[in-house]
């Protein structure tokens, strides 16, 4: 790799960490790796290009990154539930029993299915952040298994087959592409035969360049078709802290099947 392309992804990683998602910008990174911001984007064409790469050269620094994202308030931590999820709880779709919320967050996607019934375990992989989550259940006296650890080892954590329901607020939309079958794997293992994967995304058909890698729908179904039986795959809204906050999103519903 080119010693320029090298600093950029160095830089990209050094302003990631010191500024935020929010704050870093293609300006900023040109700055730290000392070149034009024409020759960043020439490069990379766009700044979530330029993380992806970053994250593939140092996996382990990126790791960092999400425990210095939420000593602020990055722009998916809210302080209410995501409308889909609490859509899908008042229709009923999601049967009771045992739920994983994977990359929780300070949990209020698993406090609110513990309100209302489920046996909850939330992870992620900020330990920081799961501190806040621990915090938020005993003030509003509610009972959730809030755990540190890595969503892609979770067979290390938990048993095969041990939840009814795994919900992801935002996650699998931060995985590298060849992450994603590993991902739907760990998924598929911590579910019970018949159980259910709710997943919300980024949607292709949005048009703001910030925020996270936007999915396709072939995309979603490449990954989990192996894996699951869908249910569907439509649209929804993803409530954020960006300007405008409701981005345009792919809700997924997803059935455990028996492998061949």
Avoid at 69 to 79: F, H, I, M, R, S
Avoid at 110 to 131: F, K
Wanted: aromatic share 10%; with cysteine.
């Amino acid at each position: 790799m080119p010693d320029t392309e090298e600093r950029i992804l160095d830089a990209a990683l050094k302003v990631l960490i010191s500024e935020g998602y929010v704050d870093t910008t293609t300006r900023k990174i040109a700055q730290e790796a000392n070149v034009t911001e024409m020759t960043v984007i020439e490069k990379f064409q766009s700044r979530e290009n330029l993380f992806r790469e970053a994250r593939k050269k140092n996996p382990n620094a990126f790791l960092k990154y999400w425990d210095e994202a939420y000593k602020g308030v990055p722009p998916w931590d809210l302080d209410h539930p995501q409308p889909a999820f609490q859509a899908l709880i008042k229709a009923k779709e999601i049967k009771p029993g045992r739920a994983l919320d994977i990359g929780c967050g300070r949990g209020e996607n698993a406090i609110m299915l513990a309100m209302n019934g489920y046996d909850v375990t939330g992870i992620d992989l900020a330990e920081a952040v799961i501190s806040s989550a621990k915090a938020k259940t005993i003030e509003r006296h509610v009972k959730v298994n809030f755990v540190v650890g890595n969503v892609l080892q979770m067979d290390r954590l938990f048993m095969e087959g041990e939840f009814d329901v795994v919900i992801d607020s935002g996650l699998f939309h931060a995985m590298m592409d060849e992450e994603r079958p590993i991902f739907a794997r760990q998924v598929w293992r911590m579910l019970k035969e018949g159980g259910q994967y709710f997943m919300l995304a980024f949607s292709d058909k949005e048009l703001a360049e910030d925020g996270p890698i936007k999915l396709s729908k072939s995309e979603i179904e490449n990954t989990f078709t192996p894996f699951f039986n869908i249910v569907y795959i439509k649209d929804a809204t993803f409530d954020t802290r960006f300007v405008p906050s409701n981005r345009k999103a792919y809700l997924l519903s997803a059935v455990k099947r028996q492998l061949v």
